[in-house]
């Protein structure tokens, strides 16, 4: 690895997330101001997905270290952005200030109370505010909870830290509230009860998508961290266990047959699988 890709603020924000369990995709960038895209009238500038690097936009979202490499190698200014909802276990409430939303949401908490204190990403105009998915699939809401106030969470995303706004402000942990400094708090229970209507949660068409596209990524890991990649597959599909989606058996079962193929040890392999499986039941619970 080059040492500009070591230091680079976008590609390791990216990768501490995946290391995290959150899936993340690259984003445009701004240049003078202007999207990276080319696009005069581009409605979305240095914050839409790259069509290039993610066809099919979110639904790219990764945690695979080996592909993010690769994302940022071929576009080392991209801004990076966290895939929300259930595929990395966070909802996200997005203020922004410039539209009133500190406003509306000084409403909200004299009405129901303060949020609970958690991680919070400094923006541009406002912030955003983590929160742990309520096991609960969510809409994004544009304005629903009040001017300025919008929420991502199923097949949403937003940028996060390391991202450069296109005002040249950088997105960056808030003090008080970076991770080490707060827990990832649960919601409040008015703010996803105003989230209506819901979205079906993923059934197993959707986990076994997930399956295949793991068993898929496997062969393409370098030697050497074949084990680390396995252990991560089986940690990303815990949670479809929880939900029915997919049994245990279900998951050691793909994933041993694709390490044998690779030539890891049965007694490795069997052990990886089952302790990825573990950290990911727990990640769950924690939630």
């Known amino acids: 690895m080059s040492n500009s890709a070591s230091f680079n603020p976008r590609l390791q924000s990216a990768l501490t997330h995946a290391r995290h369990g959150r899936s993340v995709l690259p984003v445009f960038w701004a240049t003078d101001g202007h999207c990276a895209c080319a696009q005069a009238d581009c409605p979305s500038p240095a914050k839409h997905p790259i069509p290039a690097l993610t066809p099919r936009g979110v639904k790219h979202a990764t945690t695979s270290s080996v592909v993010i490499h690769a994302w940022w190698s071929h576009s080392p200014l991209a801004n990076p952005a966290l895939a929300t909802g259930d595929v990395s276990r966070?909802?996200?409430?997005?203020?922004?200030?410039?539209?009133?939303?500190?406003?509306?949401?000084?409403?909200?908490?004299?009405?129901?109370?303060?949020?609970?204190?958690?991680?919070?990403?400094?923006?541009?105009?406002?912030?955003?505010?983590?929160?742990?998915?309520?096991?609960?699939?969510?809409?994004?809401?544009?304005?629903?909870?009040g001017p300025g106030l919008d929420m991502r969470c199923c097949g949403g995303y937003v940028?996060?830290?390391?991202?450069?706004?296109?005002?040249?402000?950088?997105?960056?942990?808030?003090?008080?509230?970076?991770?080490?400094?707060?827990?990832?708090?649960?919601?409040?229970?008015?703010?996803?009860?105003k989230q209506t209507p819901r979205c079906h949660p993923p059934g197993r068409g959707y986990a076994s998508a997930a399956l295949?596209?793991?068993?898929?990524?496997?062969?393409?890991?370098?030697?050497?961290?074949?084990?680390?990649?396995?252990?991560?597959?089986?940690f990303r599909l815990a949670r479809f266990i929880s939900t029915g989606a997919l049994t245990e058996t279900d998951i050691h079962n793909v994933l041993f047959d694709a390490a044998k193929r690779l030539g890891l040890s049965d007694r490795e392999t069997a052990a990886t699988i089952a302790s990825g499986i573990r950290a990911g039941a727990s990640a769950i619970a924690r939630t």
């Open 159 to 193: 940028v996060t830290v390391g991202a450069t706004h296109r005002s040249g402000r950088t997105y960056t942990w808030k003090d008080g509230h970076r991770p080490g400094q707060a827990a990832l708090a649960k919601p409040p229970a008015w703010l996803h009860e």
């Open 90 to 145: 966070i909802t996200v409430l997005d203020i922004d200030g410039d539209r009133g939303g500190y406003d509306s949401l000084a409403q909200l908490e004299a009405q129901h109370g303060p949020l609970p204190h958690t991680i919070r990403v400094v923006t541009a105009s406002g912030e955003h505010i983590y929160f742990a998915y309520p096991g609960t699939h969510l809409k994004n809401t544009t304005g629903r909870f």
């Open 212 to 234: 295949a596209s793991e068993e898929q990524q496997l062969p393409n890991t370098p030697e050497g961290q074949r084990n680390q990649r396995l252990n991560l597959a089986a």
